[in-house]
């Protein structure tokens, strides 16, 4: 079924041309990744199919049956709600029929009303109920939530508690769940971590529904995607298969391009030159010829058909150089334990980075990840522990919130501050290889978008003397482009390299080692992440119940204790899950006795029907509730 047709869009800006001649169809089992560089428009035309924003000219038409959620890149909400509460109103007429059958329960147990009318209600409202699957609606947003990164102790914090990031995976979050058949996701992976990038992986891959994603995470793309959208030099392109598949087809397709193109300006050079002999024939003959007006009229039917390639979009070109020297040991941390208001983030990490190496550190959000690398930086005091790094060792720090940046500063002066030896010239050569060309060198620092501000921060970076750079997600706000000029920049860089990073292509491309952050330390990985993936089972190992007992203190009986309220728990968990199972089972009964044609004017026998129903289904709501709580508990101690 076809969801969405553009036809020949056109979106102009202060009489700039943003894109021209879009045109696409949308179906309802594609599964889109739209791509191109920042600011080619792709966010505007989200906006123009939403209704946001209009288009100057062309056509987009809608499918009557369509049903669009839509994530903004920076979504933003004053809500007073919870983060619970914010995602039940996408369940509005299940929790409006839950208050409803509530209120007729009450109304039949105290008579209040006519009891035929009442049950006649009741069962309508009952079967709208398991149309919406209405008995598993609170399980899929506990589950959906968990596989964002939330814990359930965050699931009734105010949303005005929360951090940016926070808003945008509950926004996220709701608009996963709620009834749609097309998805237009702009950034979903900027502010998760990999496993709730691997969760909404899962997800998208089981939608039952279309999707377009705006995304720069080529590893993302190619789990999810089988058809690609580009926008680039203000054109628009369509091309089967994920991102790997299209890269191949638009070299193909440049080659052939250029491959014509030659052709053609080497068929008129050649021909040019056939006029010209023709032309000297036809003066020293003194006749007349038509061999001579037919070959300049096969020259301007070729100029007419020449296409010049396109030319490829501007994009940042630059390269690191390691200042020379430096300790073979660059970095050993002993014990470095950190801890907030008593408690713990993370202990006894134990690291050592030697000469060349690039080493990742990874883990899920909120572990500590850039605590442990302002600990490093001397910008916090660990709770315990030290760290050393080596003599002659220069440190370059890239900060992910920018916090180092002067917003009162324009880009140009941003530089110069630091790097007040260096010529107006030298400043403005280093700043136009990240982009900053002409008048852009005098952009206030507070104006900049993310990937600006990211390209400011790189442009400090590449001028500083460091031989061991230490990197807090470097490629978030970054263009694919971009992404891949940083990581060129970092293979063939010489020096020491300490990154965090979600990126999982880029840590593919780069890393000869993982670290990976767990509350009880580090887990070391040699290779890069397709290395790390293999001998994932060894971070469980680290927090096994085995390997915490065999900690200085623990004595014997302490040991048995722990296996034994382990066993305990699993044994809980196994019961609880016997007993969903089980009250599950009796409500598809229950439900099936309902709808017996045999009992439908037994309205006593019916009233007593839906009362084992509701009791039933708040039982499952309390086991549920216990069911992962004791799943969190389980996962803490695995």
């Not at 369509?66 to 004053?78: C, T």
């Not at 950034?187 to 720069?216: K, Q, R």
């Not at 709770?383 to 050393?388: C, D, L, Q, V």
């Amino acid at each position: 079924m076809l969801l969405l047709n553009g036809t020949n869009l056109h979106k102009s800006f202060s009489g700039e041309t943003l894109f021209q001649n879009v045109s696409f169809n949308v179906y309802d089992k594609d599964k889109i990744g739209f791509v191109g560089v920042n600011g080619a428009g792709k966010s505007t035309l989200f906006k123009m199919i939403t209704g946001e924003m209009d288009f100057d000219s062309g056509d987009l038409t809608k499918s009557r049956e369509i049903k669009i959620g839509y994530l903004e890149q920076h979504p933003v909400s004053d809500s007073n709600q919870t983060v619970m509460g914010e995602i039940l109103t996408a369940f509005s007429e299940l929790t409006d029929i839950e208050l409803q059958l509530d209120q007729i329960g009450i109304d039949l147990q105290m008579q209040n009303g006519d009891v035929n009318t009442l049950i006649a209600r009741q069962a309508k409202l009952q079967e709208r109920f398991l149309e919406l699957d209405g008995t598993h609606y609170k399980s899929k947003i506990r589950s959906a939530l968990m596989g964002l990164g939330f814990s359930e102790e965050n699931f009734y914090a105010p949303l005005s508690n929360l951090s940016g990031g926070q808003k945008t995976r509950v926004a996220l979050c709701k608009i996963l769940l709620s009834n749609t058949n097309l998805l237009l996701l702009d950034e979903p992976t900027n502010h998760l971590d990999i496993d709730s990038v691997e969760w909404l992986e899962n997800f998208l891959d089981n939608y039952n529904g279309a999707f377009i994603v705006i995304s720069h995470d080529r590893f993302f793309l190619d789990r999810v995607t089988n058809k690609t959208f580009e926008l680039e030099n203000k054109k628009f392109r369509s091309y089967n298969g994920n991102y790997s598949e299209y890269i191949t087809q638009r070299e193909i397709e440049r080659l052939s391009q250029q491959r014509d193109y030659d052709w053609t300006v080497r068929e008129i050079h050649r021909l040019e030159e056939v006029v010209e002999q023709q032309r000297r024939w036809k003066h020293k003959k003194n006749k007349k010829t038509h061999t001579l007006d037919n070959t300049r009229k096969m020259i301007e039917r070729l100029e007419a058909s020449l296409v010049k390639p396109d030319k490829s979009p501007d994009s940042v070109r630059f390269r690191f150089k390691a200042c020379q020297g430096g300790a073979k040991h660059v970095l050993k941390t002993e014990d470095l334990s950190m801890s907030f208001n008593e408690n713990l983030l993370f202990k006894n990490v134990n690291i050592h980075i030697q000469k060349g190496e690039k080493v990742f550190l990874l883990g899920p959000n909120g572990c500590g990840k850039t605590t442990l690398l302002k600990i490093l930086m001397g910008q916090q005091e660990p709770t315990f522990g030290k760290y050393r790094i080596g003599d002659n060792i220069h440190v370059g720090y890239y900060d992910q919130f920018k916090e180092n940046l002067n917003r009162d500063n324009n880009v140009i002066n941003e530089i110069w501050d630091e790097h007040h030896t260096l010529s107006q010239t030298e400043v403005r050569k280093a700043l136009a290889l990240f982009l900053f060309k002409d008048d852009d060198v005098f952009k206030d620092i507070k104006m900049l978008s993310g990937g600006e501000l990211a390209r400011v921060e790189l442009t400090k970076l590449l001028l500083k003397d460091v031989n061991f750079l230490i990197m807090d997600e470097p490629t978030n706000h970054l263009d694919i482009s971009s992404r891949e000029a940083l990581e060129s920049a970092l293979y063939d860089y010489d020096g020491t390299m300490l990154m965090v990073s979600h990126d999982r292509y880029f840590i593919n491309k780069l890393a000869d080692k993982i670290l990976y952050l767990t509350p009880n330390g580090v887990v070391e990985f040699e290779g890069n992440y397709e290395d790390y993936l293999d001998g994932k089972e060894k971070i469980a190992e680290l927090n096994k119940t085995d390997d915490i007992v065999e900690e200085k203190g623990i004595e014997y009986k302490e040991r048995k204790k722990l296996i034994a309220e382990k066993r305990k728990l699993l044994n809980r968990y196994t019961k609880v899950e016997e007993l969903i199972e089980a009250s599950e089972k009796k409500i598809a009964e229950l439900e099936k006795n309902y709808y017996d044609p045999q009992i439908a004017s037994d309205y006593e026998k019916l009233s007593e029907i839906s009362a084992q129903m509701n009791s039933l289904r708040l039982e499952v709501d309390k086991l549920m509730e216990e069911w992962e709580s004791l799943q969190l508990q389980i996962d803490e101690e695995n």
